[in-house]
């Protein structure tokens, strides 16, 4: 049946009228030439592609396998597959996005758009037809595949001493004659109740609902004061629930946890692709976008606030409260995300010597930054920096695994966009940051995607027939466990990339240089755009029906973001003066989905007792929660960042020699004993395939 609102209708007996005020589908009949193509790239899941001229944008979608949700079927009417168009100049992809890259907005987007109440900026895909290169971000509620975010909360054990208290008292009914003014008669009842309130202050929205709220409670109010220094609401009668927000602001994705803060329970975690990842992939692009673009620091600003109060009334809404009863909060992020995040332009890290504006804890007014879906009187608190590029997400993670306080020296690897090392113990922590890129999380991969489902996360090759398996996300049974249609294989992620090319060493299609083995002759081993690659996933296992591969060129890739990483750990090993780790914690999201084995397998991480390998989930989200909890974490946080020494990469000495052999698989020098019988078996492997290559 077709809906009467649905002007596309044919006319025709017992066909529905056409309702006069809505615009007909519009028809481009515009001189397009199919045989130029332009650049269309999609974030935040990070595809890519040259697309023929006067194809729809989703059409383009459909062809690079970004899932865009479309009701209709591309009837223009049900307002599902709006997208927003990126404007500048992108350096970093080489193109120029426009609007004007598209066919003008037609009268029937308009009427709907208006209808449903969209915001201006966007377009709907499936009316917008690509005359140029263009930049588009899909929103999250457009997308048919939602991204996977993974940074629940881990289990911890905190002490509650929350930043933001609250207090109940009742003042006598006032009387003619009285002298003493409402705000006089409850501060001096605080001081009189609570030692520890005293020179008590007003924030200036509590102290308007003041006359209210003691009248409504009957005399009786909660107020809600921050460090006991100042009231920043007042609650009408007695009122026990305080909500606080740790937000840990990821290069790539952003995780908010709603938490009780006389508890400590999470009451709800929301989590979304950081709305950053349009204006580029890592923190050097973005600051390069800063620099580059007139307005650019503004527009990273304001669509990151704009994604914290949406996080923010999400996860409010999920819990059952309102976002403006959120009383406190305390964020982390990498210095740059820092940056951006209070306005100060992040020029200066990206130049040396890397200085960034504050180390300091910085405390602000939520709506002094345009967090409007906190409480008016809200504050956040934001942890230090430990140096230029090492910021106060691994601050997070100082607090969250505590390597100050341990006798054991310790490795903390935060693996991600910018991987975060930590070395230590009690005596001497040191730190360093290492610019490993984007690629260890799927981007910059010729079939790379972010983790969404469809995504590839597990791979095994067999090294006898060279055929392989794999595990998409939201499928727990192997690839060679299911029929091939049910598969809908769409991509790459970080964690499969890197499962993908230790299994390709280890079978010896690969050698420890990352060259292919050319004497291999197999179906699975083709060329692709003149580059030797690996079929994956053949296309009756795929979305698209194309094959999904690896190539030699993801290969580099991967070598220089794990040769980037690896060799920040050793200088760190060197100037502490250790050979050797007995533990290896990997912190953050990503790292919680890395296998060990094979993250050692090609040397991402130094050699150790693969039972002393372990993830701890999102560890700067979990030391964002423990500094909203307990105040004192906050104090210790300061001291503690001031402590940690900062190892600067050098790019003289054995900088250069380290990462050259870091590149190798698992490395060209530093001995990796714990994967003995993995090395010689792969060495066999190789030697065998070599004599018969000779023999034949």
């Not at 009957?218 to 629930?241: A, H, L």
């Not at 942890?383 to 106060?392: C, I, K, S």
């Not at 994956?536 to 094959?547: E, I, K």
Request: hydrophobic share 40%; with cysteine; net charge negative.
């Amino acid at each position: 049946m077709v809906s009467s609102e649905d002007p596309s209708s044919t006319s025709g007996p017992g066909a529905p009228r056409r309702h006069p005020r809505i615009p007909p589908v519009n028809v481009h009949d515009g001189a397009f030439d199919p045989a130029r193509e332009h650049t269309v790239i999609f974030q935040p899941s990070g595809r890519r592609g040259t697309i023929p001229e006067g194809a729809t944008l989703l059409e383009a979608a459909r062809r690079l396998g970004v899932g865009i949700e479309s009701i209709c079927g591309g009837r223009q009417t049900c307002s599902k597959c709006y997208v927003r168009i990126e404007a500048g100049s992108f350096g970093r992809y080489g193109i120029e996005s426009t609007e004007a890259h598209l066919t003008p907005i037609g009268e029937r987007e308009l009427y709907y758009r208006e209808k449903r109440g969209l915001p201006e900026g966007i377009r709907y895909s499936c009316d917008a037809c690509v005359l140029g290169d263009v930049l588009v971000t899909v929103p999250e509620e457009s997308q048919a595949h939602k991204q996977i975010i993974r940074k629940s909360a881990t289990e911890r054990a905190i002490e509650i001493n929350p930043g933001v208290r609250k207090y109940y008292v009742e003042i006598p009914e006032p009387h003619l004659g009285q002298s003493s003014a409402d705000a006089d008669s409850v501060m001096a009842e605080l001081a009189a109740r609570f030692p520890e309130l005293h020179d008590l202050t007003f924030d200036y929205p509590a102290l308007r609902d003041l006359q209210f709220a003691l009248r409504a409670g009957n005399w009786g109010i909660t107020v809600s004061v921050w460090n006991e220094r100042e009231i920043v609401r007042v609650e009408p009668g007695y009122r026990e629930v305080a909500v606080g927000l740790a937000v840990d602001i990821g290069t790539t994705s952003v995780a908010a946890y709603l938490c009780d803060l006389r508890t400590g329970r999470v009451l709800a975690t929301e989590a979304m692709m950081n709305p950053q990842v349009s204006y580029g992939d890592d923190i050097m692009s973005r600051i390069s976008y800063t620099m580059e673009e007139d307005g650019g620091l503004d527009r990273l600003h304001t669509v990151i606030i704009a994604g914290l109060n949406d996080l923010a009334a999400r996860a409010a809404a999920r819990a059952g409260i309102e976002a403006s009863e959120i009383i406190d909060a305390v964020f982390v992020g990498n210095s740059t995300m820092h940056h951006i995040l209070l306005g100060f332009h992040p020029r200066y890290l990206g130049l040396a010597p890397f200085v960034p504006a504050v180390f300091s804890p910085v405390d602000f007014r939520a709506r002094d930054l345009g967090l409007h879906a906190l409480n008016p009187g809200a504050w956040v608190h934001v942890l230090p920096l430990e140096a230029g590029f090492v910021g106060a997400d691994n601050m997070g993670v100082v607090l969250a695994e505590e390597p100050h306080e341990q006798d054991e020296i310790v490795l903390i690897i935060d693996v991600g966009t910018n991987g975060e090392i930590l070395l230590g113990n009690r005596e001497r922590l040191l730190c360093a940051s290492s610019p490993t890129g984007p690629a260890l999380e799927g981007a910059q991969i010729l079939f790379g995607m972010r983790a969404a489902p469809g995504a590839i996360e597990r791979v095994r090759v067999d090294p006898a027939t060279l055929e392989a398996r794999f595990k998409v996300i939201g499928e727990d049974r192997w690839s060679d466990e299911l029929p091939p249609e049910q598969l809908g294989a769409r991509g790459i992620c970080g964690s499969g990339i890197i499962e993908a090319i230790a299994e390709l060493w280890k079978a010896g299609i690969v050698d420890d240089s990352g060259r292919w083995t050319s004497s291999l002759v197999h179906p699975r081993l083709i060329e692709h755009d003149g580059l030797p690659a690996y079929v994956l996933a053949w296309p009756g296992q795929t979305a698209l029906g194309d094959a999904i591969l690896v190539s030699i060129a993801d290969v580099r890739a991967i070598q220089l973001a794990k040769a980037a990483l690896y060799t920040g750990v050793r200088i760190l090993m060197g100037y502490r003066g250790v050979a050797a780790v007995g533990r290896i914690i990997l912190a953050g999201a990503f790292g919680s989905y890395i296998d060990p084995e094979r993250a050692m397998t090609i040397g991402l991480i130094p050699d150790c007792d693969l039972g002393q390998v372990y993830a701890v989930g999102n560890a700067a989200g979990d030391g964002a929660r423990i500094a909203l909890l307990n105040k004192a974490r906050r104090v210790e946080a300061a001291r503690v960042a001031r402590w940690v020494e900062h190892i600067t990469m050098p790019l003289e000495g054995d900088f250069q020699e380290i990462f050259m052999n870091a590149l190798a698989f698992p490395n060209a020098a530093d001995p990796f004993p714990h994967l003995e019988p993995i090395l010689a078996e792969a060495a066999r492997r190789r030697s065998t395939r070599e004599r018969s290559a000779v023999t034949a």
